[in-house]
């Protein structure tokens, strides 16, 4: 969703009759959410199934992306790299599927 100064409002994912809406940390939340502080741990971690990790990598990467772990295979499978976010969070994005065969 569009917002203001060509910022996102906020985004939708959505799976079937499912959504997960994503957005800015905003002063009307009060003291209920806070962006991290930059170089502190977040407390929780955010991981986005990809069908291809290292082209989703690659157009992160072009864009400025901060990549805070590069991308790798892992040994228990899937391919993912991990990136901060504009407000402190951080996210993983990788091919590992917990529910394939």
Same mark, same amino acid.
């Given at each position: 969703?569009?917002?203001? =100064? =060509?910022?996102?409002? #906020?985004?939708?994912?959505?799976?079937? /009759? $499912?959504? *997960?809406?994503? $957005?800015?940390?905003?002063?009307?939340?009060? %003291?209920?959410?806070?962006?991290?502080?930059?170089? /502190?741990?977040? &407390?929780? =971690? *955010?991981?986005?199934?990809?069908?291809?990790? !290292?082209?989703?990598?690659?157009?992160?990467?072009? &864009?400025?992306?901060? *990549?805070?772990?590069? *991308?790798?295979?892992? !040994?228990? =499978?899937? %391919?993912?790299? &991990?990136?901060?976010?504009?407000? $402190? #969070?951080?996210?993983?994005?990788?091919?590992?599927?917990?529910?394939?065969?």
């Amino acid at each position: 969703m569009p917002g203001e =100064g =060509g910022r996102v409002a #906020h985004a939708e994912l959505t799976l079937g /009759n $499912g959504m *997960i809406m994503l $957005g800015d940390v905003k002063p009307e939340y009060g %003291r209920l959410v806070a962006a991290p502080v930059k170089g /502190n741990p977040v &407390t929780r =971690g *955010i991981y986005v199934m990809v069908e291809d990790a !290292d082209a989703q990598y690659t157009r992160a990467k072009a &864009t400025g992306a901060e *990549i805070v772990l590069d *991308i790798k295979t892992q !040994d228990y =499978g899937g %391919r993912d790299y &991990t990136a901060r976010d504009l407000e $402190g #969070h951080v996210w993983t994005f990788g091919t590992y599927d917990p529910w394939a065969s």
